[in-house]
Antibody, heavy 122, light 107 residues
């Protein structure tokens, strides 16, 4: 069974840092693009970042560019999101999702992890 | 960025009803349009990709249509487990963007 399990969500300080992880199982992780999508409380879905299977190409949403860094360790089937310079509007559930559909910028998402909650507050 | 506009934002319906949700793109996105279902407290689930292809395991009462700028998700006979929020997503060009969602509630 294909599974994604996020961890690392926590209460973070404005201006602080958090690192999210997403452990994958049930598929050949190194063959698929991966993505982060977030959802603020009571709001809709917002794409955050995508990374190719090799890690050679990365995209970011404008709202996180320069503050967040996506990376992956294919030897450990794990995806990461390093979140720096946290702001209150980064408060959200963060989902990792496998990318399907060819080129990185053409991805749809399946499956999704269960999500991990990041709260940014002093 | 490509703006995705869903309508209606919410709707009420009864078991057995036919439900239609519309998603409009701010520019042509060919068939790079995908639909997700999300239940409260749960992760989104892929229903349809490439505008009209049903994801494996999704009931056939769900269908998608459209191309260019106008797309539709149809549920032919609403079941109790279908009360949820539905989101469209474009993958024509980054940044990948979602519609604001449509919440389907019990009448």
């Amino acid at each position: 069974e294909v599974q994604l399990l996020e961890s690392g969500g926590d209460l973070g300080q404005p201006g602080g840092s958090l690192r999210l992880s997403c452990a994958a199982s049930g598929f050949t992780f190194s063959s698929f693009a991966m993505n982060w999508v977030r959802q603020a409380p009571g709001k809709g879905l917002e794409w955050v970042s995508s990374i190719t299977s090799s890690g050679s190409i990365i995209f970011y949403a404008e709202s996180v560019r320069g503050r967040f860094t996506i990376s992956r360790d294919n030897s450990k089937s794990t995806l990461f999101l390093q979140m720096n310079s946290l702001r209150a509007d980064d408060t959200a559930v963060y989902y990792c999702a496998r990318g399907l559909g060819g080129n990185l910028g053409r991805n749809w998402f399946d499956p999704w992890g269960q999500g991990t909650l990041v709260t940014v507050s002093s | 960025d490509i703006q995705m506009t869903q309508s209606p934002p919410s709707l009420t319906a009864s078991i057995g009803d036919r439900v239609t949700i519309t998603c409009r793109a701010g520019q042509s996105i060919s068939s790079y349009l995908h639909w997700y279902q999300q239940k409260p407290g749960k992760a989104p689930k892929l229903l349809i990709y490439a505008a009209s292809t049903l994801q494996r395991g999704v009931p056939s009462r769900f269908s998608g249509s459209g191309s260019g700028t106008d797309f539709t998700l149809t549920i032919t006979s609403l079941q109790p487990e279908d009360f949820a929020s539905y989101y469209c997503q474009q993958s024509y060009s980054p940044p990948l963007t979602f519609g604001q969602g449509t919440k389907v509630e019990v009448k």
